[in-house]
Every structure is written in structure tokens, then in C-alpha cells.
């Protein structure tokens, strides 16, 4: 079975530094990875994926993540962090199979302080 | 452009009374749906998926059902609302056969039940 998960409930950070959350995922096969966030009372929002290629992946809104099959890891990261990026952050994981459901992790709070 | 429609927004019911929320997609012929409860601003429980008209598969045994009368139409629906039915429940949409892509989520249904 696949699963994901995000260690930290919660990340802070200062604005203009930068900012990683952290996402670790098991599947069968190889995986599509996925960054979606949540502000409050809200849907989720597609922010980033990885299907194959390069391992750095850029999205919407100046945020990145980095693939590393080896840590089966798929952090997200941002170089310098705005007051408008606190929301929750959620990771997802697909297998690469047409009868494969997304997976999502508990969700991390990032929160920017000015 | 595809976009995805959720009501009410919020709705306060009693115990015991029945429910339906509803979700349309525009825009898109076909699509995967999928109905999810979110529980405390945290993760997200997947309830109910479709692949097509009156094709439900349900992930969870519990108090509620889905139908889907139509191409882009999606329904949530109880016969009797129990206290533990509440949260916030998110419709989301996904091109069919095209695992890679993400999913597109409206923005909810917070459900109280008193």
C-alpha cells in the first residue's frame, strides 16, 4: 500500500528566509508526486509535480521541490519566504498505474512571521 | 476553462436529518470525481470516487453515499446525519486516464451537526 508522510505538523519561519517542508512517500513502481495548499476555508491548490526528468521541480507562487529517489523523498522548498505563503501545505502520491488513487499526507502549517 | 462548483458553503443540521451537498464541474467532459472529509484542518479522508455516470466506488463504510446522475454532477448524500459526520468536505475533480495530472478541488462544504 502506498502512503505519505509529512513528519512536521508545523514550520516556522521568518520572512525572506527560506523555507522547506518536508514530504516522504512509499509506493509500487514509480511515483507522480504532488504539492497542493490550503488556505483556510478552502479547496486545495495544485502548486507543483513530479512525473519524470529533472529531479528539481519548479511551480506556482516561487515554490520548488526536489525529487530524490534513493531518500524517497520530495520536500518542497522556497527560497525566501513571503507573509502570504502561511497556509497548509499538503504532499501527495499517485502510483504510475491507471488504477492508481492519490494518496495524501496529514498536511503541514506553515506559518511566516514578518 | 474547467472549474469546479460546491454548495452551500457552510450548513448547520441537526442530528438525525438527512443531507445532500452537491458538486458540478464545467468545462470538462467525463472526469474522474472524487468526494473527501477533511477533519480539523488536517488530512483528508477519501470517501467516495467515479469514474463515470452511476459508477461509484466507496472507500470507507459509513453513514453516507454518492450518486452521480450525470457526467459532471457528483452528490453526497445521508439518510440520517450522525454527530461524527462533521467536517468539511471537498469535492475534487481529475482528467480521466491521465494519472499524472493533479487534482482540482472546490472550495467545500463546512458541516456542523448539532
Known amino acids: 500500500a502506498q502512503s505519505v508522510a509529512q513528519p512536521e505538523d508545523q514550520v516556522n519561519v521568518a520572512e525572506g528566509n527560506p523555507l522547506t517542508v518536508k514530504c516522504t512517500y512509499s509506493?509500487?513502481?514509480?511515483?507522480?508526486l504532488f504539492w497542493y495548499v490550503q488556505y483556510p476555508n478552502r479547496g486545495l491548490q495544485f502548486l507543483l509535480k513530479y512525473i519524470t526528468g529533472d529531479n528539481l521541480v519548479k511551480g506556482s507562487y516561487g515554490f520548488e521541490a526536489e525529487f530524490n529517489k534513493s531518500q524517497t523523498s520530495f520536500h518542497l522548498k522556497k527560497p525566501s519566504a513571503l507573509v502570504s505563503d502561511s497556509a497548509l501545505y499538503f504532499c501527495?502520491?499517485?502510483?504510475?498505474?491507471?488504477?492508481?488513487?492519490?494518496?495524501f499526507g496529514d498536511g503541514t502549517t506553515l506559518t511566516v512571521k514578518p | 476553462s474547467q472549474t469546479i462548483h460546491q454548495w452551500p458553503a457552510t450548513l448547520v443540521q441537526p442530528v438525525g436529518s438527512p443531507l445532500s451537498l452537491e458538486c458540478t464541474v464545467e468545462g470538462t467532459s467525463n472526469p474522474n470525481l472524487y468526494w473527501y472529509r477533511q477533519a480539523a484542518g488536517r488530512g483528508l479522508q477519501l470517501l467516495f470516487y467515479s469514474v463515470g455516470i452511476g459508477q461509484i466506488s466507496s472507500e470507507v463504510p459509513q453513514n453516507l453515499s454518492a450518486s452521480r446522475p450525470q457526467d459532471r454532477q457528483f452528490i453526497l448524500s445521508s439518510k440520517k446525519l450522525l454527530l461524527s459526520d462533521s467536517g468539511f468536505y471537498l469535492c475534487?475533480?481529475?482528467?480521466?486516464?491521465?494519472?499524472?495530472?493533479?487534482?482540482?478541488f472546490g472550495d467545500g462544504t463546512r458541516l456542523s451537526i448539532l
Open positions: 475534487a475533480w481529475s482528467v480521466p486516464d491521465r494519472v499524472n495530472q493533479p487534482q482540482h
Open positions: 501527495a502520491v499517485r502510483p504510475n498505474t491507471n488504477a492508481g488513487k492519490s494518496t
Open positions: 509506493v509500487s513502481g514509480n511515483p507522480y
